[in-house]
């Protein structure tokens, strides 16, 4: 007895580029694959070292991860993109929210700003917080801006030195301290890393692919703008909605 399959087929997916490592090419054609570009779920593959990866999102808008394939006959294999937790976009309510913000690695664009409870550091000329890293030995410190209960920390000024921009993939490992100055004191309240990369081109391409696929150029959909903070959180480090839009520039 024969039984026809009433199921219906999955229509396939297409993949579009987010962003590659490493080199990775289109069998057929020879093409190496680019941010932007997009191709059926079944295109063949070569992945030209170990490891080399691809980030894509599919068209039902899911991210995954393309790595090497681990046997014949498979043409990559698949990884979910993690979904990471992204930072509160409101004020920073207290001493235990603002160490937890400041702490593993945290995306600079170009600059940070982050609104918290004027009671946690009761801030003023003589109570101030700033940032403390090193530079070939020498200590640099770099008090930090705070206006109407908003902290504002601009990655230009923080990066230089006696008016010459330094790399900031070399010194992002930060302290930060709250000073005392009528006790000549300071208490390091958080130690975290900025990632600052070079080239902020690529991050920000990769972005709009993710605002393509999503056909949310002006970033109005909740789904679109939580995507996009899970990926630099992933890639690039932690960033809220807030520090996001105003480095894309949508308001």
């Not at 920073?92 to 918290?116: C, G, H, Q, R, W």
């Amino acid at each position: 007895m024969r039984f026809n399959n009433t199921g219906k087929k999955r229509a396939p997916l297409e993949f579009k580029v987010i962003r590659v490592e490493g080199n990775i090419t289109y069998q057929a054609s020879g093409d190496e694959m680019k941010r932007g570009d997009s191709f059926p779920e079944k295109e063949p593959l070569v992945f030209k070292s170990a490891l080399a990866s691809a980030a894509v999102i599919d068209s039902k808008l899911n991210r995954v991860i393309l790595r090497p394939p681990s046997k014949k006959g498979k043409a990559y294999n698949l990884f979910p993109a993690l979904n990471n937790v992204t930072p509160r976009a409101g004020a920073i309510l207290n001493l235990i929210d603002f160490k937890a913000y400041f702490s593993d690695t945290l995306f600079l664009p170009n600059e940070l700003k982050v609104t918290m409870n004027p009671e946690i550091f009761n801030i003023d000329d003589d109570h101030f917080l700033y940032l403390e890293y090193d530079y070939y030995g020498e200590e640099i410190n770099k008090r930090i801006k705070v206006k109407d209960s908003t902290m504002t920390i601009y990655r230009d000024g923080l990066f230089n030195i006696d008016g010459q921009p330094i790399n900031p993939l070399k010194y992002g490992v930060m302290k930060m301290k709250l000073r005392d100055e009528t006790k000549g004191q300071s208490t390091e309240i958080a130690t975290f890393t900025f990632s600052a990369p070079k080239d902020l081109k690529a991050p920000k391409e990769e972005v709009r692919v993710i605002m393509s696929a999503y056909g949310d150029i002006r970033l109005k959909k909740k789904e679109t703008t939580e995507a996009i903070l899970a990926y630099l959180s992933q890639f690039y480090g932690k960033i809220n909605k807030r520090n996001m839009r105003n480095w894309m520039g949508v308001y």
